[in-house]
């Protein structure tokens, strides 16, 4: 079946460290999106990408970067780990459902803390 | 810039009750409208989509309907189960685009 999955499912790391975490889908989505999700915050956009080679900046940017090298897959890239970066990161792509009309799924997520 | 507002933040109902969550978003500029559950743990389930030229989708015991008019969408909930307590998140996109935004959701718990 196809699926989204995101590796690896909890992570420590230290301040200031660098840190990628994978996501990787087979349904040949041409879009995908990282979310953190705080307390408080809900769920917020990081980076998102509409085809290989193609990114965009989010709501929360600062300190993330992403690459697209092909379809299945895009890497979120924390520069110098803070502190504050500690959360539940979730990878998404999007299914043109009809017309204009596309749905997001989600993959499982994937527990960052930084200390 | 879109504010999605879910209310009530939790809920807590005797299993068999009928229920009613609640989204609003302050511009009704809208494309479509994406009801999800979460499940403690876990990633996102998407429940219904509903395009922004519809009212309402169904899918078996949930309702979901869509005034974009006035801002609102009501996910109904029919002879609720413990097996749906979870949170529930509501999220829009705007024209033009892919991007979701969330309103913080609401936590349902169904007593047995």
């Known amino acids: 079946d196809a699926e989204i999955t995101q590796s690896p499912r909890h992570k420590i790391t230290e301040t200031g460290r660098q840190v990628t975490l994978a996501c990787h889908q087979t349904?040949?989505?041409?879009?995908m999106f990282w979310y953190r999700q705080d307390l408080g915050h809900g769920l917020r956009l990081i980076h998102y990408s509409y085809g290989v080679h193609d990114t965009n900046k989010g709501e929360v940017s600062d300190g993330y970067s992403v690459s697209r090298s092909n379809t299945e897959d895009l890497p979120l890239t924390l520069e110098s780990a803070a502190s504050s970066q500690t959360s539940v990161y979730f990878c998404a792509s999007s299914y043109l459902a009809g017309v204009g009309l596309y749905e997001q799924y989600f993959g499982p997520g994937t527990r960052l803390t930084v200390t | 810039k879109q504010e999605v507002t879910q209310i009530p933040a939790a809920l807590s109902v005797p299993e068999g009750e009928n229920l009613v969550l609640n989204c609003s978003f302050t511009d009704s500029a809208i494309y479509n409208l994406q009801w999800f559950r979460q499940d403690p743990g876990k990633g996102l389930t998407s429940l219904l989509l509903?395009?922004?030229?519809?009212r309402e989708q169904t899918s078996g015991r949930l309702n979901a309907s869509l005034d974009k008019s006035s801002g609102r969408s009501t996910l109904y909930i029919a002879a609720s189960q413990p097996g749906d307590s979870a949170t529930y998140l509501c999220a829009v996109t705007q024209g033009g685009s892919e991007k979701l935004v969330f309103g913080k959701g609401t936590k349902l718990t169904v007593n047995p």
């Open positions: 509903i395009q922004s030229s519809q």
């Open positions: 349904w040949n989505h041409n879009n």
